[in-house]
């Protein structure tokens, strides 16, 4: 598969995930109007988990899911959704097939860095 086929396939999954995930946001938000804490990106983060695991185990229990399906599903349409189903499958996988101290680490790296990151990123712009 040629290098352009996979930019391709993970470019229209991102369009059809991103989608979903704008409409699953407002469909969450359009259902508790009140609150502020993000039920929104909580609902996407945790569908996206659930289907990237079932997806992911039905394909290593199957061992049917083939390359250009899985960049367009879970890179494309599932890593446009949401990234954090991503992390956690990438976190499972470690644990399963390493062992726990290098899944424990990639959730403290990417939770302290993706956070730091984010307040670099806002201090910088606020000259705090």
Known sequence: MSYLTQIALVGCGGFVGS???????????A???????PYGTLVVNVIGCL??????????LRQTLDPALRLLVFTGVLGGF??????????L???RHVDLAP???NVALQVILGI?????????????
């Not at 989608?19 to 938000?29: A, E, Q, Y």
């Open 19 to 29: 989608t979903l995930r704008f409409m699953v946001n407002g469909w969450v938000h």
């Open 31 to 37: 259902a508790m109007p009140a609150s502020s804490f």
């Open 51 to 60: 289907t990237i695991g079932i997806l992911g185990g039905l394909a290593d």
């Open 82 to 91: 949401t990234t954090f189903s991503a992390f956690a499958y990438e976190t």
């Open 93 to 95: 996988s470690l644990a």
């Open 103 to 105: 899944a424990l680490g």
């Open 116 to 128: 730091s990151a984010a307040w670099l990123g806002y201090a910088a712009t606020h000259g705090v």
